[in-house]
């Protein structure tokens, strides 16, 4: 059996063993981050408002810089940090209906178009301004922009993005999204914006899908499900934006040379659940079923990239990386909120 000195290293390895070898390498590892995301939920749910993904990934971070996961884990734990959350961008699909986002009329799809278009040119501009890698500003952008965790999934294999520029950018969106959580309704009140108004605006401008759950609950007076529809209308983009990044990359590759596909297949699995909720009636057993599942994969996949993570490498990232993020969530905060204005 090969040695294994990194966990990108192990990926590698992982396709290249017999099958029943592979599986019994990644039971152990798999097993810790289930075990991990379960901690996660546990604790989540004692301290309202505190997201299980953070705690998945400080409790990965934790466990990694503490020396408590042997070499043996390792391709468990890359498994568990790629796999579900592939399958949770996959489930997501179920929460979007386009009837529920028809309703709301055409000026919500147009300020998601804006919301990502900018939020991605001006992310990825500041980030160049500021030094910050370009695979790491892109991922930051996307995730910023789009829909958090998952966006981050769904671009970081078509830029070959590493382990720690995809923790990172993960671990940003997590942050400052949670940290969305009281700001948004505060300023709301402030600005004296309606709940519809301030649904809008939180929906366009927070990172996660469950905080903007969070928000919308703390806004009250119907902006619950505005507020998500309008996020969903963004998470729709993943797919346009997947594509135009991987045919950027197809461009640019060397001739010859391995190429991602136009859209990742699990991006496809989003699209075509999106297509079922919206054209067929699901019970809402099943629906509340399937978004448990999907934050529990994404829960998993976080403790999973976490336990990828060197504190060392992660500080040596920088300031810079934060800043970026501060302004990136700045920048599509404002448009949101311009936006809200506009066609609530």
């Given at each position: 059996?090969?040695?294994?000195?990194?966990?990108?290293?192990?990926?590698?390895?992982?396709?290249?063993?017999p099958?029943?070898g592979?599986?019994?390498?990644?039971?152990?590892?798999l097993?810790?981050?289930?075990?991990?995301?379960?901690?996660?939920?546990?604790?989540?749910?004692?301290?309202?408002?505190?997201?299980?993904?953070?705690?998945?990934?400080?409790?990965?971070?934790?466990?990694?810089n503490?020396?408590?996961?042997p070499?043996?884990?390792?391709?468990?734990?890359?498994?568990?940090?790629?796999?579900?959350?592939?399958?949770?961008?996959?489930?997501?699909?179920?929460?979007?209906s386009?009837?529920?986002?028809?309703?709301?009329?055409?000026?919500?799809?147009?300020?998601?178009?804006?919301?990502?278009?900018?939020?991605?040119?001006?992310?990825v501009?500041?980030?160049r301004l500021?030094?910050?890698?370009?695979?790491?500003?892109?991922?930051?952008?996307?995730?910023?922009?789009?829909?958090?965790a998952?966006?981050?999934?769904?671009?970081?294999s078509?830029v070959?993005?590493?382990?720690?520029?995809?923790?990172?950018a993960?671990?940003?969106?997590?942050?400052?999204?949670?940290?969305?959580?009281?700001?948004?309704?505060?300023?709301a009140?402030?600005?004296?914006?309606?709940?519809?108004?301030?649904?809008?605006?939180a929906?366009?401008?927070?990172?996660?899908?469950?905080?903007v759950?969070?928000?919308?609950?703390?806004?009250?007076?119907?902006?619950?499900?505005?507020?998500?529809?309008?996020?969903?209308?963004?998470?729709?983009?993943l797919?346009?934006?997947?594509?135009?990044?991987?045919?950027?990359?197809?461009?640019?590759?060397?001739?010859?040379?391995?190429?991602?596909?136009?859209?990742?297949?699990?991006?496809?699995?989003?699209?075509?659940?999106?297509?079922?909720?919206?054209?067929?009636?699901?019970?809402?057993?099943?629906?509340g079923?399937?978004?448990?599942?999907?934050?529990?994969?994404?829960?998993?996949?976080?403790?999973?990239?976490?336990?990828?993570?060197?504190?060392?490498?992660?500080v040596?990232?920088?300031?810079?990386?934060?800043?970026?993020?501060?302004?990136?969530?700045?920048v599509?905060?404002?448009?949101?909120?311009?936006?809200?204005?506009?066609?609530?």
């Open positions: 059996m090969p040695a294994t000195g990194s966990s990108t290293a192990t990926q590698s390895q992982i396709p290249r063993t099958v029943p592979t599986v019994l390498r990644i039971v152990p590892g097993a810790v981050a289930l075990a991990g995301a379960l901690a996660a939920v546990g604790t989540a749910a004692l301290i309202p408002g505190l997201s299980p993904l953070l705690v998945a990934i400080v409790l990965g971070i934790a466990a990694r503490m020396g408590l996961l070499e043996r884990l390792a391709p468990g734990l890359a498994f568990a940090g790629r796999v579900p959350l592939r399958l949770g961008i996959v489930v997501l699909g179920l929460q979007l386009l009837k529920d986002l028809a309703s709301l009329g055409w000026g919500v799809p147009a300020l998601a178009v804006c919301v990502v278009v900018v939020g991605i040119l001006a992310t501009l500041l980030g500021l030094r910050v890698p370009r695979r790491q500003a892109l991922l930051v952008a996307c995730g910023f922009s789009i829909c958090g998952a966006a981050v999934a769904g671009v970081e078509v070959d993005a590493d382990e720690e520029e995809t923790v990172t993960v671990a940003l969106v997590v942050l400052f999204g949670t940290l969305m959580i009281p700001i948004v309704p505060v300023l009140g402030l600005i004296g914006l309606d709940s519809r108004v301030g649904a809008v605006w929906g366009a401008s927070v990172h996660e899908v469950a905080q759950v969070a928000v919308g609950g703390l806004l009250g007076g119907g902006a619950l499900g505005v507020a998500v529809t309008v996020k969903l209308a963004r998470v729709l983009m797919a346009p934006v997947a594509a135009v990044l991987s045919w950027r990359q197809r461009r640019s590759g060397p001739a010859g040379g391995r190429r991602p596909p136009l859209v990742p297949l699990f991006v496809l699995g989003f699209v075509a659940l999106v297509a079922v909720r919206s054209l067929m009636p699901l019970p809402a057993g099943a629906l079923a399937a978004s448990g599942v999907q934050a529990f994969l994404l829960t998993t996949a976080m403790f999973g990239l976490g336990a990828g993570v060197r504190i060392r490498s992660l040596a990232r920088g300031g810079r990386t934060l800043a970026l993020a501060a302004c990136s969530t700045l599509v905060g404002t448009v949101g909120l311009v936006g809200a204005l506009a066609i609530a």
